[in-house]
Nanobody, 124 residues
Framework: QVQLVESGGGLVQAGGSLRLSCAASGRTVSTYGMGWFRQAPGKEREFVAIITWSGGYIYYAPSVKGRFTISRDNRKNTVYLQMNSLKPDDTAVYYC?????????????????WGQGTQVTVSS
C-alpha cells in the first residue's frame, strides 16, 4: 500500500502561481511512476503531468506544458507541481497518484493509489 497526501491548493487570481505537494508513504519502493491529475465539476478526471520515480522521465498535457513543472524529491518521498500563469480553466480538484505497474502512463486506470485531492480555484 502507498499513502498519498496532497497539499498546497487554494484560491489564486488568474496569472498567479501555486505549488502543490504530494507526500508519499508506505511501500513507495514499488512505485514506478507518479502523476498529477485534475477533475473539474462535471468533467472526467484528466491527466496533467507525470514523472518516473527513479528515471526522471517527465511528460505534460499540452494544456499545461510551459506553465506547470513537475519535480520530485526522493529523500522526502515527495512530488511537486509548480503551477504558473494560472488560468480560470485550471480550476479543479488536483489529485496525486502512483502506479506500481507503469512508469509513464497518462491513463487514470493505470494508477493504483490516489490522494484525497486538493482544490485549486483560479479567479478571473
Amino acid at each position: 500500500q502507498v499513502q498519498l497526501v496532497e497539499s498546497g491548493g487554494g484560491l489564486v487570481q488568474a496569472g498567479g502561481s501555486l505549488r502543490l505537494s504530494c507526500a508519499a508513504s508506505g511501500r513507495t519502493v514499488s512505485t514506478y511512476g507518479m502523476g498529477w491529475f485534475r477533475q473539474a465539476p462535471g468533467k472526467e478526471r484528466e491527466f496533467v503531468a507525470i514523472i518516473t520515480w527513479s528515471g526522471g522521465y517527465i511528460y505534460y498535457a499540452p494544456s499545461v506544458k510551459g506553465r506547470f513543472t513537475i519535480s520530485r524529491d526522493n529523500r522526502k518521498n515527495t512530488v511537486y507541481l509548480q503551477m504558473n500563469s494560472l488560468k480560470p480553466d485550471d480550476t479543479a480538484v488536483y489529485y496525486c497518484a502512483s502506479s506500481t505497474r507503469y512508469s509513464g502512463s497518462t491513463r487514470v486506470s493505470e494508477y493504483d493509489f490516489w490522494g484525497q485531492g486538493t482544490q485549486v480555484t483560479v479567479s478571473s
